[in-house]
């Protein structure tokens, strides 16, 4: 467990002991919180106060409850989850993990897997922990157990998420299961047709959230009408969606539009891959995160894997984009130019046959 404690703070004066206790940076969360809403990092005692009065009206805004707790705040943190599935008859399993460490506002927005980084035993650490943790509540079903990775590959208990959550596609993809099929299996109360030593990785998979928000301005939430929208197709491409070309994004809503997914048999393919599906999406009316997706999966920090949830705040900025978006612009315009000289320098002669033939002479 990430040092901290087991109770709501709601009063200044305690939550500067604790802090004093556990040390600085302290992370302060919503108890009853999700999607990064009601989490502020607080890196000395003059924040303190300020943040926390922001974290518990952000919680009680979004939740209708501002209790929240305080903990270490883990630097380099990665955010690695272990998939977990649960029967009714005492069998859990673990289907491996899910790297989701690049994230704004503590979202995510990039997830794969499986990670970079884990080791074998590792990653077996991690997933029969998950499995102790699901067993230790006779949990049902499918869920995902979070946790925290420091440099060291040392891993901390984060939380538990008891749904299916965003990112399940990219499990399903490197382990052949259909995970909305086996909740439905499991509700009826079928045993898993599966054991722990069934499952194998298969391949790399990566997914980008397409959410109507402009990355050139601070993600911003983006509204309007789809004027054009046209999804990317092609072998080991998915596209979960929900919407048409013509529909209105309101403001309304969570501002995600889709779920664009992809698989290869490494993780420089399926890195490849997802770069060939960003090229291929066409969405105007609003502003995406496609072009955070191209600059992340470009990024030396991503490819290498020497990455954290601080991948935005250390390497991202809207000048980034703007520079890749100039370099592709010129390339075309070089290409261009070069097809242009090209036909110049050949020699044209009319085909004899030909309607234009006629009109010259």
Same mark, same amino acid.
């Given at each position: 467990?990430?040092?901290?404690?087991?109770?709501?703070?709601?009063?200044?004066?305690?939550?500067?002991?604790?802090?004093?206790?556990?040390?600085?940076?302290?992370?302060?969360?919503?108890?009853?919180?999700?999607?990064?809403? /009601?989490?502020?990092?607080? %890196?000395?005692?003059?924040?303190?106060?300020?943040?926390?009065?922001?974290?518990?009206?952000?919680?009680?805004?979004?939740?209708?409850?501002?209790?929240?707790?305080?903990?270490?705040?883990?630097?380099?943190?990665?955010?690695?989850?272990?998939? #977990?599935?649960?029967?009714?008859?005492?069998?859990?399993?673990?289907?491996?993990?899910?790297?989701?460490?690049?994230?704004?506002?503590?979202?995510? #927005?990039?997830?794969?897997?499986?990670? +970079?980084?884990?080791?074998?035993?590792?990653?077996?650490?991690?997933?029969?922990? +998950?499995? *102790?943790?699901?067993?230790?509540?006779?949990?049902?079903?499918?869920?995902?157990?979070?946790?925290?990775?420091? =440099?060291?590959? *040392?891993?901390?208990?984060?939380?538990? *998420? @008891?749904? $299916?959550? #965003?990112?399940?596609?990219? @499990?399903?993809?490197?382990?052949?299961?259909?995970?909305?099929?086996? !909740?439905?299996?499991?509700?009826?109360?079928?045993?898993?047709?599966?054991?722990?030593?069934?499952?194998?990785?298969?391949?790399?998979?990566?997914?980008?959230?397409?959410?109507?928000?402009?990355? $050139? *301005?601070?993600?911003?939430?983006?509204?309007?009408?789809?004027?054009?929208?046209?999804?990317?197709?092609?072998?080991?491409?998915?596209?979960?969606?929900?919407?048409?070309?013509?529909?209105?994004?309101?403001?309304? &809503?969570?501002?995600?539009?889709?779920?664009?997914?992809?698989?290869?048999?490494?993780?420089?393919?399926?890195?490849?891959?997802?770069?060939?599906?960003?090229?291929?999406?066409?969405?105007?009316?609003? =502003?995406?995160?496609?072009?955070? /997706?191209?600059?992340?999966?470009?990024?030396?920090?991503?490819?290498?894997?020497?990455?954290? @949830?601080?991948?935005?705040?250390?390497? &991202?900025?809207? %000048?980034?984009?703007?520079?890749? !978006?100039? =370099?592709?612009?010129?390339? +075309?315009?070089?290409? =261009?130019?070069?097809?242009?000289?090209?036909?110049?320098?050949?020699?044209?002669?009319?085909?004899?046959?030909?309607?234009?033939?006629?009109?010259?002479?």
């Amino acid at each position: 467990m990430v040092p901290g404690v087991d109770h709501s703070v709601s009063d200044v004066e305690e939550a500067k002991i604790i802090a004093q206790t556990v040390g600085y940076p302290i992370l302060i969360k919503a108890s009853a919180g999700g999607g990064g809403k /009601g989490m502020r990092v607080v %890196e000395n005692e003059a924040e303190l106060a300020e943040q926390m009065a922001r974290a518990i009206s952000e919680a009680t805004s979004a939740f209708g409850d501002g209790s929240v707790f305080i903990e270490k705040y883990v630097t380099e943190p990665r955010h690695i989850e272990i998939q #977990v599935l649960a029967d009714a008859h005492g069998n859990v399993v673990y289907l491996f993990e899910r790297e989701c460490s690049i994230q704004r506002r503590h979202q995510k #927005v990039v997830e794969e897997a499986p990670s +970079a980084v884990l080791t074998p035993e590792i990653r077996k650490a991690m997933g029969e922990a +998950a499995v *102790n943790v699901a067993r230790s509540c006779q949990y049902l079903g499918a869920g995902t157990v979070e946790f925290l990775v420091d =440099a060291g590959l *040392n891993f901390y208990f984060l939380e538990m *998420n @008891t749904r $299916l959550q #965003v990112e399940h596609p990219v @499990t399903e993809l490197i382990t052949g299961l259909d995970l909305v099929e086996q !909740q439905i299996r499991v509700a009826r109360g079928e045993v898993l047709s599966f054991t722990q030593e069934d499952l194998r990785i298969h391949g790399h998979a990566i997914e980008l959230r397409v959410c109507a928000e402009d990355p $050139l *301005n601070n993600f911003l939430p983006s509204v309007g009408k789809l004027q054009r929208y046209r999804r990317p197709e092609g072998e080991y491409i998915r596209v979960d969606d929900g919407i048409e070309e013509g529909m209105e994004v309101p403001i309304y &809503y969570d501002p995600m539009l889709a779920k664009l997914a992809v698989w290869g048999v490494t993780r420089e393919a399926a890195i490849k891959r997802m770069l060939e599906a960003i090229s291929m999406y066409q969405i105007e009316g609003v =502003a995406t995160t496609l072009p955070f /997706g191209r600059f992340v999966c470009q990024h030396d920090a991503f490819i290498s894997g020497k990455f954290d @949830t601080g991948f935005v705040k250390n390497y &991202y900025s809207p %000048e980034g984009i703007q520079a890749q !978006q100039h =370099a592709e612009i010129e390339v +075309a315009a070089r290409l =261009a130019l070069e097809v242009l000289y090209h036909h110049k320098r050949q020699l044209m002669v009319p085909d004899p046959g030909g309607v234009e033939w006629y009109t010259q002479r």
